[in-house]
T-cell receptor, first 112, second 115 residues
Framework: LAKTTQPISMDSYEGQEVNITCSHNNIATNDYITWYQQFPSQGPRFIIQGYKTKVTNEVASLFIPADRKSSTLSLPRVSLSDTAVYYCLVGLSGAGSYQLTFGKGTKLSVIP | SQTIHQWPATLVQPVGSPLSLECTVEGTSNPNLYWYRQAAGRGLQLLFYSVGIGQISSEVPQNLSASRPQDRQFILSSKKLLLSDSGFYLC??????????????FGSGTRLTVV
């Protein structure tokens, strides 16, 4: 599976837009990029998934450049409740993957 | 609607004691089921996955085992717990047909402390 690299931590003030970038230089042709959010003592929650260009849902946007070697999760106007760990994963194909590998993620702290 | 139940929420067990954690899924058929473990300050580690009744694949050799006696039931077990088994255990499921849209759904987790 493609290895991912993302910042260990980030701080942001309430109301700001937060962009978390993930590097995945060895992404395979059939790999999708997926982001999860995890609050303390809870299971991760699926946020967004994409293959190329831009994907947007009610929670976030995902920007993927043409070479797909990186991706950026964009959280608009964060609030205190967005404080969590965000994981970038690569390798979940459309048919489903048996090995969803999580790294240490990015710990986002939103400051009032 | 599809839901996943995992229990207990917390568990304190002595070294050498047995373990049984249960996970059940509702509202779906033939799901893929997974057990993950998260040690303090670390990412999630895939322990086992199952694509059907009685079909278990192990990702990491360890002191644990898993079983799937029914389509929507996944059990994590140990005969003798070690201190290193402490962690946050998470059950998850996915349906290949909808994985693209919804990814994996995780349970609420079990915090296991081996003393």
């Amino acid at each position: 599976l493609a290895k991912t690299t993302q910042p260990i931590s980030m701080d942001s003030y309430e109301g700001q837009e937060v962009n978390i970038t993930c590097s995945h230089n060895n992404i395979a042709t059939n790999d999708y990029i997926t982001w999860y959010q995890q609050f303390p003592s809870q299971g991760p929650r699926f946020i967004i998934q994409g293959y190329k260009t831009k994907v947007t849902n009610e929670v976030a946007s995902l920007f993927i450049p043409a070479d797909r070697k990186s991706s950026t999760l964009s959280l608009p106007r964060v609030s205190l409740s967005d404080t969590a760990v965000y994981y970038c994963l690569v390798g979940l194909s459309g048919a489903g993957s048996y090995q969803l590998t999580f790294g240490k993620g990015t710990k986002l702290s939103v400051i009032p | 609607s599809q839901t996943i139940h995992q229990w207990p929420a917390t568990l304190v067990q002595p070294v050498g004691s047995p373990l049984s954690l249960e996970c059940t899924v509702e509202g779906t058929s033939n799901p893929n089921l997974y057990w993950y473990r998260q040690a303090a300050g670390r990412g999630l580690q895939l322990l086992f996955y199952s694509v059907g009744i009685g079909q278990i694949s192990s990702e990491v050799p360890q002191n644990l085992s898993a079983s799937r006696p029914q389509d929507r039931q996944f059990i994590l077990s140990s005969k003798k717990l070690l201190l290193s088994d402490s962690g946050f255990y998470l059950c998850a499921w996915s349906v290949p047909a909808t994985a693209l849209q919804s990814g994996y759904t995780f349970g609420s987790g079990t915090r296991l402390t081996v003393v």
